[in-house]
């Protein structure tokens, strides 16, 4: 019996930042100011954003290509050295005139502390450069992820969109900000509660949630919009079906990079077969596993498919 070898690739495309942890010990109060102190004894860089929902893909067993922007700085030479670790294929495009974006999580007693952000969004002329890639990287791709943090490397996300729809991949969206309408085409769109209540309003009965969520996919033209609910799971909505999938009963330390993870569980397992509802029911799992971690973090095929035994 031979095997048959097919493989999948994935192209993502977002915001692409560094995720820098600084761990410590905190035996003290600062005597400047009512803060605690926190003596660093271990840092750690992550790929986060864009590049966090290709590191939890390509830990899936996919091909992933990741486009988007980066400054000329030490922080992308970190990005590119991870990526190359990951065995990501990365297509960034360096803007010299922004410094790269960094959130930076200071932990003390196993507790986030603080978080500092450095973000500026790139320029036209970098921003050009990025859909030209992503044009032609398209071709090669089975899907297309659209990760969107709204730090500006999908202002042209409708062009994207419209360029991957042409060469006919699927296409799904992690969306921000409230303008949905540039969404529009896309074959899958997956917003937390608090961004769909930005578009749609408040719901006080899951049947007015399932009117405002079924008008708002098809006036955006979707072929689904699957809503992730944090304690209360996930819900998808389609043309000829909604589906509630409860959430897994797990502790929940950390949520920070959950909605990459279930983008990306979502996008594999569609690329390797599996029907919609299966690959939503599998997305939830994988969202349920990694909020039991510290941080951005992936969650392997043997974590994936043992928690269903």
């Known amino acids: 019996m031979t095997m048959e070898v097919t493989e999948k690739r994935l192209l993502v495309a977002g915001d692409i930042m560094l995720d820098r942890y600084w761990f410590g010990e905190v035996n003290r109060i600062s005597p400047e100011a009512p803060v605690p102190v926190v003596r660093v004894g271990k840092k750690e860089d992550r790929l986060g954003g864009a590049a966090n929902v290709a590191v939890n893909a390509a830990a899936l067993g996919v091909t992933v290509a990741l486009i988007g922007v980066v ?84 202002t042209n996300v ?23 309408e540039r969404y529009t085409g896309a074959t899958i769109l997956t917003p937390n509660k608090s961004e769909l209540r930005q578009v749609i309003g408040d719901w006080r009965t899951e049947a007015e949630l399932t009117e405002k969520a079924q008008n708002l996919r098809a006036s955006l033209n979707l072929g689904g919009l699957l809503l992730t609910r944090s304690e209360e799971g996930m819900s998808l909505f389609t043309e000829d079906a909604i589906l509630h ?65």
């Open 245 to 309: 999938i409860p959430a897994m009963a797990r502790e929940v330390y950390d949520v920070s990079g959950a909605g990459d993870t279930v983008i990306a569980t979502l996008a594999v397992m569609l690329m390797q077969g599996k029907s919609l509802p299966e690959s939503v029911m599998i997305a939830n799992r994988a969202g349920g596993i990694v909020v039991g971690k510290l941080g951005t973090a992936t969650v392997s095929r043997e974590e994936l498919f043992a928690s269903s035994t």
């Open 71 to 154: 400054g000329d700085d030490e922080a992308a030479s970190t990005i590119e050295d991870l990526l190359i670790k990951k065995q990501i294929n990365a297509k960034l495009s360096h803007d010299p005139s922004i410094s790269t974006i960094i959130k930076l999580r200071v932990i003390g007693r196993q507790q986030q502390l603080v978080r500092i952000d450095f973000e500026e969004p790139p320029s036209e002329t970098v921003l050009q450069t990025k859909l030209t890639a992503f044009t032609s990287e398209v071709t090669n791709a089975d899907l297309v992820i659209l990760s969107d943090y709204a730090k500006g490397s999908l």
């Open 158 to 180: 409708r062009d994207m969109i419209s360029v991957a729809r042409e060469a006919g991949k699927p296409v799904l969206v992690d969306p921000k900000g409230t303008d949905f």
